[in-house]
């Protein structure tokens, strides 16, 4: 299947497709399996029509209750999408951070090495719905802004699916770009003061290469490498290989 790398969805910026992607065996990542993004708070009816065109079946939110309340997710209301909802914390990971940080700056790397070392669970949770999925049609999963949570999972799926890292890492950094426009909208609906929505140049909504590097070379020094973490992570051998399949079919 041919695909978009980044999905033209009216009301959405941040939607891209983890096909296209070369692996280490000389085959190339399928396009139409995994969505990443961020939420889906603005998308237009336009914008549905064509992720429902484009096979989307499953949606998963990473997101907490009280983040999904705030603001909803609005493939959930869609008959043709499942909505599942695997938070890995309940509150705003991002906002509560900042407004933890008596100096308002947030170090990316060291929160990405804190969550893969201690929500191995929901790494498992996310990673066993994805592969129960995975046969179903597109799987589209979410964080708010698509760049940390939704980032990890991504970086993981990749690695298991023998993607090098500098295009992990190039992946990652994207969304920087895309975000730019909608960031003041989004973080001004919050109450964090510690944001300064006017400074985007602040490392709070950078995704620089050194925290996306700094995780994998963690996992690498730490467990062996991603297969080797999925594993400790409790993932089945047989999810593994689902999405292996899915990847790399």
């Known amino acids: ?14 939607a891209r497709d983890l096909g296209g992607y070369p692996a280490s065996d000389g085959r190339m990542t399928n396009y139409g399996r995994f969505i990443r993004s961020e939420v889906p708070r603005a998308v237009t009816r ?5 992720l429902r065109d484009y096979g989307v079946a499953v949606s998963i939110d990473l997101r907490g209750p009280e983040e999904i309340k705030r603001i909803p997710n609005l493939l959930a209301d869609e008959p043709w999408a499942e909505f599942i909802n695997i938070p ?4 705003q990971v991002a906002g ?4 933890a940080s008596s100096d308002h700056f947030v170090k990316w790397p060291d929160l990405y090495i804190s969550m893969i070392d201690s929500q191995m669970e929901w790494i498992r949770d996310v990673f066993t719905a994805l592969a129960e999925k995975s046969g179903s049609g597109a799987v589209m999963f979410n964080c708010t802004t698509g760049k940390d949570r939704t ?12 993607v090098s890292y500098y295009d ?7 969304s920087q770009v895309y975000l730019r426009p909608v960031y003041a909208e989004i973080f001004g609906t919050w109450d964090s003061p510690a944001l300064d929505v006017n400074g985007l140049d602040d490392p709070f909504f950078k995704t620089v290469p050194e925290n996306m590097a700094s995780l994998l ?7 062996g490498g991603v297969p080797q973490y999925l594993e400790r992570c409790g993932i089945s051998g047989n999810d593994l290989d689902l999405l292996r399949a899915a990847l790399l079919g």
């Open 1 to 14: 299947m041919n695909g978009y790398r980044r999905l033209p969805v009216e009301g959405m910026c941040n």
């Open 96 to 99: 509560a951070v900042a407004k």
């Open 46 to 50: 336009r914008g549905l029509d064509f």
């Open 217 to 223: 070379i963690h996992i690498d020094n730490e467990y």
């Open 151 to 162: 980032g990890m999972i991504t970086a993981l799926l990749l690695a298991l699916a023998g």
């Open 88 to 91: 890995v914390y309940n509150k």
């Open 168 to 174: 992990i890492v190039a992946d990652y950094c994207v």
